[in-house]
């Protein structure tokens, strides 16, 4: 963390941190949390001191987790799963030739509210509707109809009251 100061009244905060200290979620919950007793001492009241869960609560939940039907459940789903799913266009590429690319693009408003109406009406969010597609494309591209791919989440457990905070 680190505050650079522009001129006498502008200041610029820049925070940077690895996920696995931090994770999407956990950055907006302190984030809001930030600001909020930001805008406190600037209006000269005293801060919240707003407690979140203790990570103890998430260690003691994860102790009391079945380990086997969990193994159980996972063997089950990826049961018959030959092959892993190759990336379309993806050439092999050697440990000591990796080159790293960084692509950027904007869609219009109109595909972006097109993509969210259409997430809507199947009742799902559009990072769903992506992991839809990314599927079909995998399937198609790889000739198949199991595909098996991951993806990032918070993991945070709905049985933990207060857990999003």
């Known amino acids: 963390v680190a505050v650079f100061r522009l001129d006498a009244d502008q200041l610029y905060l820049v925070w940077s941190n690895h996920h696995i200290m931090m994770d999407g979620w956990s950055m907006g919950v302190l ?3 930030l600001f909020q007793n930001y805008e406190a001492l600037r209006a000269g009241r005293t801060p919240a001191n707003g407690q979140g869960k203790p990570y103890s609560d998430y260690i003691k939940w994860l102790g009391k987790q079945d380990n086997e039907e969990a193994e159980s459940y996972w063997s089950e789903r990826l049961a018959g799963f030959e092959q892993p799913s190759v990336l379309p266009g993806r050439l092999p590429v050697k440990k000591d030739e990796y080159v ?3 692509y950027s693009f904007t ?3 109109t595909l972006v509210a097109r993509i969210q109406q ?3 009406l199947h009742q799902v969010t559009g990072p ?3 992991q839809a597609v990314w599927g079909i494309v995998l399937s198609k591209y790889n000739f198949t109809d199991d595909v098996v791919f991951g993806t990032v989440v918070s993991g945070r457990p709905s049985e933990i009251n207060g857990i999003e905070t």
Do not use: G, V
Request: aromatic content about 14%; proline content about 0%.
């Open 128 to 130: 769903n509707l992506f």
């Open 100 to 102: 790293n690319k960084e």
């Open 107 to 109: 869609w219009d408003e």
């Open 118 to 120: 259409t997430a809507n």
């Open 31 to 33: 984030m809001k949390s």
